[in-house]
């Protein structure tokens, strides 16, 4: 299948810092990339979509000004979460669907966020 | 509010016995995919299948797909220890672009 990577795959930070995850289509290009947020035995919940060469669109109670979402490149969408609290800590994972390949969706292995 | 609902929430197996997953969901779709996930780790995607689908396999996966019940199973046949993980169905929903909704998941366990 398409791969996505993500970096880095953890992160610990002090409460305050902001943290930039990265995340990389490696053989395919992809205008759309989708973040989202996974707490400990939980599902995973979309955060936004990042639209290449416009503005993300998010998720209702997602604050767009806390996790900033910038589409750089086609194969490049990075997720900034600004003024990191405890509560942020999670685990992101962005995906990206491959149009022209049936629409399959291929995931990221996810970045570990802790916030001290 | 959850698209889509797996059941059971929980299973747990012998090795070389067969692991049935169900996935509910509520609105139409243009297609649903099954994924794994280990712990900690990213999610694998398993399988596709689309709207206009009924079955489909791959390896040791038979999927099955009923839009007229809103419903897909995942069986994994002849399960290793290996296939112990966590599996999550997402549906394309009409009209969303792509996005992908999930349910709460399956977690698996399969005993050596």
């Known amino acids: 299948g398409a791969v996505v990577s993500q970096h880095p795959s953890w992160v610990i930070c002090k409460s305050g810092t902001s943290v930039k995850i990265e995340c990389r289509s490696l053989d395919f290009q992809a205008t759309t990339m989708f973040w989202y947020r996974q707490f400990p035995k939980q599902s995973l919940m979309l955060m936004a979509t990042?639209?290449?060469?416009?503005?993300?669109?998010?998720e209702q109670g997602v604050e767009k000004d806390k996790f900033l979402i910038n589409h750089a490149s086609l194969t490049l969408s990075t997720l900034t979460v600004t003024s990191a609290h405890p509560e942020d800590s999670s685990f992101y994972i962005c995906?990206?669907?491959?149009?022209?390949?049936?629409?399959?969706?291929?995931f990221g292995p996810g970045t570990r966020l802790t916030v001290l | 509010s959850q698209q889509g609902e797996e059941d059971p929430q929980a299973l747990s197996i012998q090795e070389g016995e067969n692991a049935t997953m169900n996935c509910s969901y509520k609105t139409s779709i243009n297609n649903l995919q099954w994924y794994r996930q280990n712990s900690g780790r990213g999610l694998v995607h398993l399988i596709l299948?689309?709207?206009?689908?009924r079955e489909k396999h791959s390896g040791r996966l038979r999927v099955t797909l009923d839009t007229s019940k809103k419903s897909s199973s995942l069986l994994i046949t002849a399960s290793r220890a290996a296939d112990t993980a966590s599996y999550f169905c997402?549906?394309?929903?009409?009209?969303?672009?792509?996005?992908?909704?999930f349910g709460k998941g399956i977690t698996l366990s399969v005993r050596p």
């Open positions: 299948i689309r709207s206009n689908e």
């Open positions: 997402a549906t394309d929903a009409t009209g969303a672009n792509s996005k992908l909704t």
């Open positions: 990042s639209n290449e060469g416009s503005k993300a669109t998010y």
């Open positions: 995906s990206a669907p491959t149009s022209g390949r049936g629409d399959e969706q291929f």
